[in-house]
């Protein structure tokens, strides 16, 4: 019994770890080579042009292109590129997960490899895993199916660069993501990351990016 409450505990720490961030990640595009091409970040909707969140995720996008080759134009207005971005998280969905499980006397009892997959990680689109599926107290000597319901919100990010003396489209881009969380300041960042990894990689090639939890500063 001593061996099933310490296995127990390690994973219940197990849940308590941060998760890797993993998103599907469409893009066409016609760029040509970065040669410091100056570009200005703008909202697809224009309510939220100018306000401190749109502010944030634009810095982040800016700081990205940057790292490409491009500069930030000293007047929006001459740009050779613009640009936009839109995101969004729906309301989410509640998923209902059963796991079987065995209990002893006095143990805990807690879930097998589930539906869904193993004990830990997720699967994108296709389902996703609970991190942990755990149950209660195990009757003696009795086995119980364990039930949980969590929610689950879709996110997503789209990005498009236009050079401004022609009009042309020359990046579409769009990633998407599932989660536990509708908290767009954890989403939008990551959803900007997995858009610049690779970037501005194959045109009409879809890829699954995982993008690992930042490290705790001490």
């Known amino acids: 019994m001593k061996k099933s409450l310490i296995a127990a505990a390690s994973l219940i720490a197990l849940a308590g770890c941060a998760e890797n961030f993993s998103a599907r990640v469409s893009r066409f595009q016609a760029l040509p080579p970065a040669t410091g091409q100056s570009f200005v970040v703008q909202a697809t909707d224009q309510r939220l042009q100018g306000?401190?969140?749109f502010g944030q995720y634009a810095r982040l996008v800016t700081t990205e292109l940057v790292r490409q080759g491009y500069q930030p134009a000293a007047d929006p207005a001459r740009a050779d590129l613009v640009v936009?971005?839109?995101y969004?998280?729906?309301n989410g969905r509640e998923k209902i997960v059963s796991s079987p499980g065995f209990g002893g006397f006095g143990g805990f009892g807690y879930g097998g490899?589930?539906?869904f997959g193993g004990f830990y990680g997720r699967n994108f689109i296709g389902g996703f895993n609970d991190p942990f599926l755990y149950g209660g107290f195990g009757g003696f000597g009795g086995g119980y199916t364990d039930v949980r319901s969590y929610t689950v919100f879709n996110s997503a990010l789209e990005l498009q660069i236009e050079r401004t003396d022609s009009g042309q489209r020359v990046f579409e881009g769009t990633a998407r993501a599932q989660s536990r969380d509708d908290n767009l300041t954890y989403l939008v960042p990551n959803l900007i990351e997995a858009m610049f990894t690779g970037f501005p990689g194959n045109s009409g090639?879809?890829?699954n990016i995982t993008i690992a939890p930042q490290k705790k500063k001490s």
């Open 51 to 53: 306000g401190l969140e």
């Open 84 to 86: 936009k971005l839109a």
């Open 88 to 90: 969004s998280v729906d």
């Open 113 to 115: 490899f589930g539906r």
């Open 205 to 207: 090639q879809t890829t």
